[in-house]
């Protein structure tokens, strides 16, 4: 059974840190196969923590080489060959987000028109309370 130090820190160097200097070389090189390879990593990576997150306090306790399982999701998800990331956005993901997109987007254009109203206010509040 692997410690679940262990496990954190494997997350942070392989599911992080790696990552964000691999991204960071895509970027810099305008590598389009690559930056949309790690585009497509941290969206799903950042799903896969939220889920560790849900799930961790109850299934770690029920489920044996619950760790051992997470490490290797992780590595699944890294592997340049076996795509996991990209099979996972592809199949899951993607639809997902696309059956959703119209409701999405009125989201954002709600919360755009907040933040417009947001300042309309603090830019009335600065005018008249400081006159």
Known sequence: MIPRIF????IIIYGII?????????LKTYDVKETQRWLTYWMVFVLYIKLLDWVD?????????????????????LDSELNGSIFLYNFYLKP?????????????????N????????????????LV
């Open 7 to 10: 496990l954190k820190t494997v």
């Open 18 to 26: 790696l990552p964000v200097y691999w991204s960071h070389i895509a």
């Open 57 to 77: 306090g109850l299934v770690r306790i029920w489920l044996p080489f619950y760790n051992e399982i997470s490490l290797l999701i992780l590595l699944w998800l």
């Open 96 to 112: 997902f987000l696309s059956s959703c997109e119209i409701e999405i987007g009125s989201s954002m254009h709600k919360i755009g």
């Open 114 to 129: 907040l933040e417009s109203w947001l300042e309309d206010v603090i830019e009335f509040n600065e005018i008249f309370l």
